[in-house]
Each structure stands twice: as C-alpha cells, then as structure tokens.
C-alpha cells in the first residue's frame, strides 16, 4: 500500500498568514492527490483534488501543487475560519490518507 | 441534494458483531464507489473498505480484512458494513463516502455525518 506522510503534524499561525503544509507519497502517485479539512465535531470537506484543482466553492486562498512524490496545500492569507486539520489523500490505487496537519491560532 | 446517513452503531464487546448502515438520497449508489472510512477518538482518517457500483469490485485495508465485509443493496439505494470479531482498535467513527470523479480522478465529494462504534467490554 503507499504510505502518505504529511508535515508539520502541526503548527500555529496567525490571521493573514501564508501557511504551506506539505504532503509525500511512498512512491510515485501522479497527480492523484487530494486535500481535505476537517474541523473538530465536522465531517471532513474536499479542498483540492487531483493535485491542484480547486473543488467548487472552495475559496480561491487555497491552492494544491505537486506531483509524484510531493505535494503541497497553501493558504494564501489564513482566515478564523482555517482553523482546522488538513489531510492529504491519494487515489492512485486503494485509498490512504495522510496522518494530517492540525493548523492552529497562535 | 446528495446525502448519506450513517446507522447502526453502539457499544459492542471484543469478539462480537455488528452492521452499519448508509442510506443514500439524492444520487444512484449504482453510479458510484461508496467507500468506508473511519476516524478513532482524537486521531486521523483511515480507509478501510470499498465496494463497486454493480457490488462486483470489493477491497479491504489489511487491518479489517476477513473480519468486515462490504455489501451494498442497489434496490433500497443502501450499502452496510458487517463488522465481525471486533476489537479494542475498531472504536472509531464510522463514516460511509461517495467517490466521484473528474477526468479520472478520483475524490470523496460526499460524506455522511458518520456513526459511532465503541467495542469495550
């Protein structure tokens, strides 16, 4: 199965931040990764997929690059509503996520 | 509106069984992989199963394999998730998944609220 690693497992930051999480595969998966939020008490929500494809509805601070082995999730400008656990996950053969990076408020 | 709801958890002893539920509305399941993913108390998400629009393409993380099985009842727009020989470590929220696509990618578009399971003695 292909392993996903995700760092930092965590960090705080501060409103109006640019905040980078980075994502890598155990081995290549194209661009066959997907970014998900999850806040405490929710049901996680698709970002990104397929690396770097916006889903609808998804404010535009947000932006997936990467392929093969690394990947990276960007807010451009962090908002209180950020706040949350991100996991990345591929969908190159049978799914896995990443352990996730918890985003919190300095 | 898509939507996916989640039944039949509680508390279950090691060793014993139990079946999960996830009504769908909305869309066909016949038209999509449903997946099953769940999260334990204060950790992350993990895949555990899948199962094919015509129910003929099924798959199984390594760490629920030959214990849960997958079915899906295409008629009632239902899937389930027969849990056997249960343990300590399957104490998460249960969560059934949608997987849409785009251009052959793949992405969990929608997920119901989820359903708990505590397996203690």
């Known amino acids: 199965d292909i392993k996903m690693t995700q760092s930092p497992s965590s960090l705080s930051a501060s409103v109006g931040d640019r905040v980078t999480l980075t994502c890598r595969a155990s081995?290549?998966?194209?661009?066959?990764l997907n970014w998900y939020q999850q806040k405490p008490g929710e049901v996680p929500k698709l970002l990104i997929y397929a690396a770097s494809r916006l889903q609808s509805g998804v404010p535009s601070r947000f932006s997936g690059t990467g392929s093969e082995t690394f990947f990276t999730l960007t807010i451009s400008s962090l908002q209180p509503e950020d706040f949350a656990t991100y996991y990345c996950?591929?969908?190159?053969?049978?799914?896995?996520f990443g352990p996730g990076t918890k985003v919190e408020i300095k | 509106q898509v939507q996916l709801v989640e039944s039949g958890g509680g508390l279950v002893k090691p060793g014993e069984s139990l079946r999960l539920s996830c009504a769908a509305s909305g869309f066909s399941i016949s038209d999509h992989y449903i997946h099953w993913i769940r999260q334990a108390p204060g950790r992350g998400l993990e895949w555990i199963s899948y199962i094919s629009g015509r129910g003929d393409n099924t798959n199984y993380a390594d760490s629920v394999r030959g214990r849960f099985t997958i079915s899906r009842d295409n008629a009632k727009n239902s899937l389930f998730l027969h849990l056997e020989s249960v343990r300590a470590e399957d104490t998460a929220i249960y969560y059934c998944?949608?997987?849409?696509?785009?251009?052959?990618?793949?992405?969990?578009?929608?997920w119901g609220r989820g359903t708990l399971v505590v397996v203690s003695s």
């Open positions: 998944a949608r997987e849409g696509d785009t251009d052959a990618y793949f992405f969990f578009d929608s």
């Open positions: 081995q290549d998966i194209s661009r066959y």
């Open positions: 996950q591929q969908s190159y053969n049978v799914r896995t």
